[in-house]
């Protein structure tokens, strides 16, 4: 089986759910062994974080990071690797430039799902910065896939919701709240809606109407799965 490395520490519960559920998806296949895997937690200042994810300055201070974390799961014998954080793919060039190693792309990966499933709109809830950054947006309109996104207001109420996800605060409110916003994307006539943030996969999800919730990170844990047992080294 090759070995699957994961940029890890963006943030840490999402490593930890792309770890077990890689394991868990792995025992699922009939493999009689666990995978391996390598993960190299990002030792980035918690400020950095802040302003890159969530108030969408400075993110040109994770390159170093991002670079140094894929350079050390190349030392380590990783075939290939992943970085399971939407925002932070807007780096995914610099990244494999750096390294020999190849990277999955959450990116390339959710457009390959979603024309697999002939899915032609879809409603994107993100970070402000993942957003702005348009990086889903141009990678979905260049495969004629039309986006739909949050008010304002609504984005704003996304924002807060993440804020509080980093700090490990999750309450009955994040829930209502999201519900409430894909309602609204439903009423705009959006079916189907790309969970397009890391974090946000925290949240339990009961929704109403016929809404239809596309994890991104479920499906680059999908495809890590599916590289893992490609014998092709």
Known sequence: ???LGIIGGLGP????KVYLSVIDLIKKSGRDEYPPIV???????FIIEDEAIIQGINSEK?????????KTLERSGANF??????TLHKYITEIRESVKLPFLSILEETVLFLKFKKIETVGILATETTIKSKIYENILKNN???????SL????IINNIIVELLNSRDDNSHTENIQA????????????????????????????????IIDTTDILIEASVRELLNNDS
């Open 81 to 86: 690797a992943i970085l399971p954080c939407n």
């Open 144 to 150: 004629k896939i039309h986006v739909v996104y949050p």
């Open 181 to 212: 916003i894909c309602d609204s994307m439903f009423e705009k006539g959006v079916n189907n809606i790309l969970l397009a943030c890391t974090d946000l996969q925290l949240i339990k999800f009961s929704l109403k109407n016929n809404i239809n």
């Open 13 to 16: 519960q999402t490593t930890s």
């Open 1 to 3: 089986m090759k070995t």
């Open 62 to 70: 994770m390159i170093p990071y991002l670079i140094e974390g894929a």
């Open 39 to 45: 993960i190299y937690n990002l030792p980035f200042p």
């Open 153 to 156: 207001a609504e984005q704003e």
